[in-house]
């Protein structure tokens, strides 16, 4: 396999990888249940202003919006796993298809001539 064969096998690779860094984000670094406000630990009861300082969001808000984010993330991760594998399956199987096309005589007197 030559160098410019690979490089769309190891992006679709590098692909799942990212897929699998979503997928376990949340159960891993993303699981810290402190819930903070610029910086500030949030305790049950506090409120957080926005940035644009016209509306706020409270502990309890916030707490939910991270807990509803959590299987959305892993399904977008579990969604670029698979979409990384089905390109995966593709690129080999024309990779393969290809080779097959370089080993092979030609056949008939049309794939010796060139195309033009």
């Known amino acids: ?24 984000w949340p159960v891993t670094l993303g699981a810290n249940p402190t819930i ?3 910086e500030q630990v949030m305790q049950p009861g506090d ?5 644009d ?8 808000e916030r ?4 807990r509803t984010a959590v299987p959305v993330i892993m399904v977008v991760g579990a969604v670029m796993i698979i ?8 690129e080999v199987r024309r990779t393969k298809g290809s080779a097959k096309d370089d080993q092979s005589p030609p056949s008939s007197p049309a794939q010796l001539s060139p195309s033009h």
Do not use: N
């Open 36 to 38: 903070m406000c610029r």
């Open 83 to 90: 979409f990384a594998g089905v390109l995966v399956v593709g």
């Open 1 to 24: 396999m030559t160098a410019r064969r690979g490089w769309p096998l190891a992006a679709h690779l590098i692909l799942a990888l990212a897929g699998l860094g979503v997928l376990l």
């Open 63 to 66: 707490l939910d919006t991270r």
């Open 53 to 60: 300082g016209e509306s706020e969001q409270t502990y309890e």
């Open 47 to 51: 409120r957080c202003a926005k940035a």
